[in-house]
């Protein structure tokens, strides 16, 4: 008799182990501290472990593979049914224990270290805008405080920054003019930190082979190619393109029953990171369309009878089949066949 399958609550400090033979006889329910969890799975045969797909869990999944376990991602939202009235550590490794062994359940495919160091760029990038555009607000914010005020913009920036180096002007008193200033390089360095991130992302892009065919689709830049190529480590784990919109949460959300089919809003699940690449990138190839119709006969007809946000999301769901497509036959896009 030995422990088959474990249950694996990860925190920071403390992590909950619950463990059972074939038998499903429950055998192990403890607490590790972080320093004992290898040692405690180091002396144990080699077993199947299930953990939430949280934070630190790539990590630790890499970890304990290497001792030689199977080890087995899982959605929280999808473990969450499992768990049986309160919630508490060994509460939520018993459910990862059962949630794991069932037949249906959906896995998280393990990143290496090197697939989330390319992540990590997206989302130190993602910070910095949103910093960037704080301080941009604030700026605007605090001049208008003082009757100063521009045009929306790059060049009514330009024309507040202006303002705020040139001593001569009086309008600015000069606690305010200090306080602005540290603003001012505070925008500049913030500046300075994206646009060498954006760098790194360029390189890693022209050297990767999939985020080039996925930069060829219309609407999908350099930035949206790099994070799907990283984010999507094997394809394949998606049965078709369709599942692939649903992962990102482009698909109509149901509350559908008694044969009666209700559709909603998109769902919004996923990864909210792909989601708003995708459909940022549809806002520009809109309106390109109203520009041109003549070459976007589809969209044109579409924009006639729905919305705009609407055709946003159709038209950014369509995009992510595309890219599932590319990504999982290797093929590179064709647009004329895209279109018919």
Same mark, same amino acid.
């Given at each position: 008799?030995?422990? *088959?399958?474990?249950?694996?609550?990860?925190?920071?400090?403390?992590?909950q182990?619950?463990?059972?033979?074939? *038998?499903?006889?429950?055998?192990?329910?403890?607490?590790?501290?972080r320093?004992?969890?290898?040692?405690?799975?180091?002396?144990?045969?080699?077993?199947?472990?299930?953990?939430e797909?949280?934070a630190?869990?790539?990590?630790?999944?890499?970890?304990?593979?290497?001792?030689?376990?199977?080890?087995?991602?899982?959605?929280?939202k999808d473990?969450?049914?499992?768990?049986?009235?309160?919630?508490?550590?060994?509460?939520?490794?018993?459910?990862?224990? %059962?949630?794991v062994?069932?037949?249906t359940?959906?896995?998280?495919q393990?990143?290496?270290? %090197?697939?989330?160091?390319?992540?990590m760029?997206?989302?130190?990038?993602?910070?910095?805008?949103?910093?960037?555009?704080?301080?941009?607000?604030?700026?605007?914010?605090?001049?208008a405080?003082?009757?100063? +005020?521009?045009?929306?913009?790059r060049?009514?920036?330009?024309?507040?920054? *202006?303002?705020?180096?040139? !001593?001569?002007?009086?309008?600015?008193?000069?606690?305010?003019?200090?306080?602005?200033?540290?603003?001012a390089?505070?925008?500049?360095?913030?500046?300075?930190?994206?646009?060498?991130?954006?760098?790194?992302?360029? +390189?890693?892009?022209?050297?990767? !082979?999939?985020?080039?065919?996925?930069?060829?689709?219309?609407?999908?830049?350099?930035?949206?190619? =790099?994070?799907?190529?990283?984010?999507? *480590?094997?394809?394949?784990? @998606?049965? =078709?393109?369709?599942?692939? #919109?649903?992962?990102?949460?482009?698909?109509?959300?149901?509350?559908?029953?008694?044969?009666?089919h209700?559709?909603?809003p998109?769902?919004?699940?996923?990864?909210?990171?792909?989601?708003?690449?995708l459909?940022?990138?549809?806002?520009?190839?809109?309106?390109r369309?109203?520009?041109?119709? !003549?070459?976007?006969?589809?969209?044109?007809?579409?924009?006639?009878?729905?919305? @705009?946000? +609407?055709?946003?999301?159709?038209?950014?769901?369509?995009? #992510?089949?595309?890219?599932?497509?590319?990504?999982?036959?290797?093929?590179h896009?064709?647009?004329?066949?895209?279109?018919?």
């Amino acid at each position: 008799m030995q422990i *088959t399958t474990i249950g694996l609550d990860i925190a920071k400090n403390v992590f909950q182990v619950h463990g059972i033979y074939a *038998t499903e006889k429950v055998v192990v329910r403890k607490q590790l501290r972080r320093g004992q969890v290898m040692k405690f799975f180091a002396a144990l045969p080699p077993c199947l472990i299930g953990m939430e797909a949280c934070a630190t869990a790539h990590y630790w999944a890499r970890e304990l593979t290497k001792l030689g376990h199977q080890v087995r991602l899982m959605p929280a939202k999808d473990v969450k049914a499992y768990v049986k009235r309160n919630k508490n550590d060994a509460a939520d490794a018993e459910a990862i224990c %059962e949630a794991v062994r069932r037949p249906t359940m959906r896995f998280v495919q393990v990143k290496s270290a %090197e697939h989330q160091g390319r992540l990590m760029q997206h989302r130190a990038r993602d910070l910095l805008l949103r910093q960037q555009t704080q301080v941009i607000n604030a700026l605007r914010a605090h001049l208008a405080e003082l009757g100063i +005020v521009a045009a929306q913009g790059r060049e009514g920036l330009k024309e507040l920054l *202006t303002i705020i180096a040139d !001593e001569k002007d009086a309008r600015l008193p000069i606690d305010a003019r200090a306080s602005l200033i540290v603003l001012a390089a505070q925008l500049q360095a913030l500046h300075t930190m994206i646009g060498s991130i954006e760098k790194r992302l360029i +390189v890693q892009h022209r050297a990767n !082979e999939a985020s080039k065919r996925l930069a060829s689709i219309h609407g999908i830049g350099i930035i949206g190619a =790099s994070a799907i190529a990283a984010t999507v *480590t094997d394809p394949k784990a @998606f049965r =078709s393109g369709r599942d692939f #919109a649903a992962w990102i949460g482009l698909v109509p959300r149901q509350d559908s029953t008694g044969g009666k089919h209700k559709l909603g809003p998109i769902s919004k699940q996923g990864d909210r990171y792909l989601r708003r690449i995708l459909v940022v990138g549809t806002h520009s190839v809109l309106r390109r369309a109203k520009h041109n119709p !003549e070459k976007y006969p589809w969209l044109t007809q579409l924009l006639a009878r729905r919305p @705009f946000k +609407v055709v946003a999301i159709a038209l950014a769901n369509k995009m #992510a089949r595309i890219a599932w497509v590319l990504l999982a036959s290797g093929s590179h896009y064709r647009p004329r066949l895209a279109a018919a």
